[in-house]
């Protein structure tokens, strides 16, 4: 059942919500970024995490309806005290990810302000994460871990490794397999997440903020307990950030330590490349779709141009669209691993996937805003697995 918040300003001009007999100041908050002099300042309210900090862990089931939620401190328990179990007999693994308002505007030709509020503002819009088929949901859940696959459905699970060399279209299937409602992770549903830890951390460069996770291994192999790492490393943090680094052979003891996560999402970044659902690229132009039901291998008309144009040329992203569609697309290169994006992109004409995140051994390349748009959609690699979303 959705909230019935009323939004109303008082004789003094401030806005403010109503929930119920509850009346609070509703202020959006975000993050400017001056492309030119690669910046960053916060504005709008100081509570800069009042979303984030929402997002948790929680096992749910095949029908989508949440199990329990997890210790917000160790997952391997449940909110309540109880051992939590994490191998998919109580559900998948997943992050709860409240829906949230966005506005974005491109101001004195090179200033990007991105704005978040948990209630519907002047001038802001419903994240497109959280309208799916045309209806509007008030939660996502995006899996905690890197896909694995068993009995032909992805999961997100505890304990396993993920699971790799498949085709977008392989994965999709596996997805659907689970039933109504679950997909392979999406653009828009990654496109929200960029943008929460982006406001929070104040910067793209999160592998600066954040750790650089399970990024900067060498000399491995594409099998367990190489390049890949096993899913659940970060169960000790439960919804909290943060990260171990290892920078050296795959097949070191130490490197079996190395992940990231951000509030609940395990190797964001790193360990392998995800693929990503719901957008296409066509000669450069990203197209979007938020039907998941329509999502295929082609550009077909559920599919919307986002009227823009990435970078012809590969490499670190200097400057970005100016636009609140496609958000995070690199429109001009020549950045590098501590300016711009931060973080690398491929592209190439004809019909092209999407694949974001980097891997294992990707180094500083790898990151929140690593993009793979070179890749056809019959194309797969050791490197490359999925994650699981609803």
Known sequence: MKRKIEVYEDRDGNILAKNGD?????????????????????????????????????????????????????????ADGDDAVLDGTDGQVMVEIPAFYYKYSFTEGSKHRYMLSEVKLGGYELHPAFILEGKEVGKRYMGAYDAEVVDDKLCSISGTYPYCDKTIGEYRTYAR?????????????????????????????????????????????????????????????????????YSGDADDDGADAAYMSYRGIENL??????????????????????????????????????????????????????????????????GSTSAGTTDYYYQNSGLRILLVGAGANDGLKAGAWGLLCNWAASHSYASVGARLVR
């Open 177 to 245: 397999n689970r039933g109504a409602d679950w997909f392979q992770q999406d653009y828009n549903l990654t496109f929200a997440v960029q943008l929460l830890a982006m406001i929070e951390y104040g910067t793209m460069n999160l592998q600066s903020a954040l750790g650089d996770g399970r990024t900067q291994l060498s000399g491995g192999t594409w099998e367990d307990g190489s390049y890949y790492g096993q899913s659940g490393l970060s169960n000790n943090r439960g919804n909290r950030s943060g990260n171990v680094e």
């Open 269 to 334: 970044y790193g360990n392998v490349w995800n693929m990503v659902d719901g957008v296409k690229f066509n000669d450069y132009v990203p197209y979007i779709s938020n039907t998941p039901s329509e999502w295929s291998d082609e550009l077909t008309s559920d599919y919307v141009s986002t009227g823009i144009k990435q970078s012809t040329r590969k490499g670190y992203g200097r400057q970005l669209a100016p636009t609140g569609a496609g958000m995070f697309i690199s429109s001009v290169s020549g």
């Open 22 to 78: 509850m009346i609070a100041t509703a202020a959006g908050y975000g993050l400017e970024w001056d492309q030119d002099a690669d910046a960053y300042r916060r504005i709008g309210d100081s509570n800069y995490i009042l979303i984030q900090e929402k997002m948790r862990r929680c096992t749910v089931l095949d029908n989508g309806e949440v199990n329990y939620y997890l210790d917000a401190y160790d997952s391997t328990k449940k």
